[in-house]
């Protein structure tokens, strides 16, 4: 609904579109309370929805009109046109709104955050929640965010044909740090953190369904998305504490999701690049295979290998020294492992406390000491506090 009034109305007044939906939310808690849940929620929304909006910049332009001196930027004529909130229009709305809020001249934390607030209608809590932050923080990120809307006199369309290959590469950047603030984030929320990837996941599939954008990268992040959402359920233990990949119940993973990244993967092979994306779902796609065979071992690390290669990360450094500790033994990792040096990095003398073990106890116990003092949240140092009392059995 956001979407689709600052559209009509022009992305200068999305805050007072967010305003008018939320008195839309709050009518709704009210009279349902007191009448019942009505038969069309949904069409019970849109209809206030449209009332609102057509009152409030009906009553700002006869004030324009009764104090002609105070001259408020609006585009009354909007008000004529008719509110679409039709399936299709809401799409085209969401769409466009994407790449508004991922124009390059909004800073990449802030377009996260306008992502999760005005495509993904997640609450200010939520957002700083996930971000370890507080409201007052996130307020002045937003409001920052819109000014530079504002500003930019950034519009709510589709960019140029010759340009929309480019700035996809921003909207799958962002939708990319949105699923992951999800499946990594350590947050003890566990309804948000599955929330704010089932949220990517819809906004990714959302782009294949819009020809100019269903581009091999955007499927390939697709299938990234879904292997890595089939194993959410499996992750964490009622006491949300993290469940190893070895010891996780096949049986929780969701084939359906499964399916669909193969079925994006084999989408996201047409066309002659490679992006970071096709070799991330790659790696996921063999993490969906639980047998523990040699060709997956040596599939993964030659997955990591192309990736250092085009996108070199620390982290994708230190994965890459885990596939080659599977597939080619400690002793080949450790030398890897020696040369990253990552001091601050828990996974790093996590990592490197699982090499020397077996070879020199005493280190490997010394890199999981280092590992639990560095470790940010209770779950990593459970797991770390685990690893040493089994080294010392």
Not at 345 to 364: V, W
Request: proline share 2%; charged share 25%; aromatic share 10%.
């Amino acid at each position: 609904m956001v979407a689709v009034i600052s559209k009509l109305y022009g992305l200068q007044h999305i805050e007072i579109a967010e305003d008018l939906v939320s008195e839309t939310f709050l009518t709704a808690t009210e009279t349902w309370a007191q009448k019942g849940v009505p038969a069309n929620p949904t069409a019970w929304l849109y209809a206030v929805a449209k009332q609102k909006t057509l009152y409030h910049f009906r009553r700002k332009k006869i004030f324009e009109k009764i104090i002609p001196q105070i001259k408020v930027s609006a585009d009354t004529t909007a008000e004529t046109k008719e509110m679409d909130f039709s399936t299709e229009n809401i799409k085209d709305s969401q769409l466009e709104m994407m790449f508004a809020i991922c124009d390059p001249a909004i800073a990449s934390e802030a377009q996260i955050a306008l992502a999760l607030r005005v495509l993904c209608g997640f609450g200010i809590e939520e957002i700083a929640e996930a971000f370890f932050s507080n409201k007052e923080t996130i307020n002045k990120r937003l409001f920052r965010a819109k000014e530079k809307l504002r500003a930019e006199k950034v519009q709510l369309e589709m960019p140029p044909e010759n340009e929309i290959n480019i700035r996809l590469d921003n909207v799958l950047h962002i939708i990319y740090l949105l699923f992951n603030e999800g499946y990594h984030s350590a947050t003890q929320n566990q309804i948000l953190r599955k929330d704010f990837c089932k949220e990517a996941l819809r906004l990714g599939l959302m782009l294949t369904e819009y020809s100019k954008t269903n581009l091999p990268k955007t499927s390939a992040l697709v299938a990234l998305m879904s292997f890595h959402a089939s194993r959410l359920e499996a992750r964490r233990d009622d006491r949300d504490d993290i469940i190893l990949y070895e010891e996780q119940d096949e049986n929780l993973w969701d084939q359906d999701l499964i399916e669909q990244g193969i079925y994006f993967l084999n989408l996201s092979a047409q066309g002659d690049i490679l992006s970071s994306y096709h070799l991330e779902a790659g790696i996921a796609f063999w993490n969906c295979q639980k047998e523990d065979t040699k060709e997956k071992r040596e599939a993964i690390l030659h997955h990591y290998n192309l990736l250092l290669e085009i996108n070199y990360s620390p982290g994708v450094a230190l994965n890459r020294v885990y596939a080659l500790y599977k597939a080619r033994g400690k002793e080949m990792a450790l030398a890897e492992a020696e040369k990253l040096y990552l001091p601050n990095n828990h996974f790093y003398f996590t990592l490197l406390g699982e090499l020397y073990q077996g070879i020199d106890d005493e280190k490997a116990r010394a890199n999981f000491e280092k590992a639990f003092s560095l470790a940010k949240t209770e779950s990593e140092k459970q797991l770390i506090k685990l690893k040493i009392k089994n080294l010392l059995k």
